[in-house]
């Protein structure tokens, strides 16, 4: 099943509404555009769901060892300054935003673009759709992000001020000084 869009405008949907609509609906995952279309996409296949459990799991082991920030799982939501509601496949957090917020923030969709995203494109997603999502995290203040493409073996690399860098097959992806002597291993995801 592909994602669906669907138009909420008419509503006017506040962001206490939204959160609570996901809430109530936790089976399904929703995202909201910065043109307050919802976004509804269908639970992911069990390979891809492989694939990005790999992904948060070498990520909470990094920061487990260097305790730098928090990390995020898909069902993580961030409000961007856009005004778009977005959930990353794996997302980090540094320690200094983290603990700026509130005890009741901290439970909410962070309001916020994390610092760091990674997105794995799956089957259905569409490859346009998911770089434009790239950029807009970007614009709205992730410093570093990461598309990786099992299909083509590709990882797109996106930061700030600079073009999106695209990788062929690579084996493994480092965080930069971002994210100091973290290393993705790509063999799992592939």
Known sequence: MDTLTVNCNVLNMTDEQFFQLCQANSDLRFERNANGEMVIMSPTGGETSNRNASITAQLWLWNQQYQLGQIFDSSGGFKLRNGADRSPDAAWVCNQKWEQLTAAEKQRFLPFAP?????LLSPTDSLPKTQTKMQEYIENGTQLGWLINRKARQVEIYRQDQSVEVLDNPETLFGEMLLPQFKLEL????
């Open 187 to 190: 063999a799992a995801i592939w």
């Open 115 to 119: 610092d760091f995203v990674i997105e």
